[in-house]
């Protein structure tokens, strides 16, 4: 996208809503801002109608804030709590058929590689647990498997949250929700070894509980995408409303469910993508 295309034709500017004017003087576009610069300008999220303490309302701003190129992504979504948000961001954006996510996505990107074959477009895959790790299983599996240069990022609250909280994949074994009122009774999916096993290049676990971690995964994710091949990230972003716990300690659970090994970040590289982002990442 043109950065040019967000300014605003003479005679408008008095008309236009104010939080487009401010997105236009002081937004992310062609700026190479990232998490340390977050309050410091228009973000591409602010207002957004998901519940309290949402871990996953939390996890999506800062992977928006962590984007190498907002200007020139596009991100592809799917049903559920997050689908709730996306009308709020200001970035492009897809909503596609629930599961259908990874599919879409590369269609897209092979589209934009023939109509920019000189322009990088990032295509990111942004869905919850039930889209990805379920109903979206398949499609998202067949996309690694074709290589597709496409980045997965699962938002991961272990729950159908926005239909009453069933159990997903992604539940822990013994989870009780409001539709699993007994308890899950089979282990949470190991999404992370799938997507190895599958042939992603670069594969990592985070919260924003450590959001500088976050914020490195996601743009490694993007970039290796960008020159390998497809990447997968997990971010574990807690529900309180189907968990029931207090809004204000969702990043203090979810350090206490790393704390006794419940939760674990991890990061996996192929040999490929660790020589290429050590040709690119500057040593400190």
Request: with cysteine; proline share 6%.
């Amino acid at each position: 996208m043109k950065t040019g295309m967000l300014k605003i034709s003479p005679g408008f500017e008095d008309i236009m809503p104010p939080e487009y004017r401010e997105l236009v003087d002081n937004g992310p576009y062609g700026k190479n801002y990232g998490i340390g610069d977050l309050g410091s300008y228009k973000e591409l999220l602010e207002e957004h109608p998901l519940c309290a303490g949402c871990g996953l309302a939390l996890s999506l701003r800062l992977t928006l804030a962590s984007l190498p190129m907002p200007e020139d992504t596009v991100i592809v979504g799917s049903t559920g709590c997050s689908a709730l948000a996306f009308p709020q961001v200001a970035l492009h954006n897809i909503h596609s058929l629930f599961g259908n996510q990874n599919a879409v996505a590369s269609g897209l990107k092979r589209a934009l590689k023939l109509r920019f074959p000189d322009k990088e477009k990032d295509v990111v895959v942004i869905a919850g647990d039930g889209a990805t790790a379920d109903i979206g299983l398949d499609m998202v599996m067949q996309s690694w498997l074709r290589r597709e240069k496409i980045t997965t990022i699962m938002l991961d609250n272990e729950a159908y949250a926005n239909t009453g909280g069933q159990e997903s994949g992604m539940s822990m074994q013994g989870a009780v929700l409001n539709m699993a009122p007994t308890g899950k009774k089979f282990p949470k999916l190991s999404l992370p070894e799938i997507a190895q096993t599958c042939g992603c290049a670069y594969v990592a676990a985070a919260s924003p509980a450590k959001p500088k971690q976050l914020a490195k995964v996601v743009r490694r994710a993007i970039l290796v995408a960008r020159e390998i091949g497809p990447t997968y990230v997990q971010l574990y972003s807690p529900c309180p409303t189907n968990y029931k716990f207090n809004p204000k300690e969702t990043v203090s659970l979810i350090k206490q469910r790393e704390k006794d090994g419940l939760y674990q970040s991890k990061e996996y590289i192929s040999q490929e993508a660790k020589a290429f982002l050590e040709s690119i990442e500057v040593k400190k």
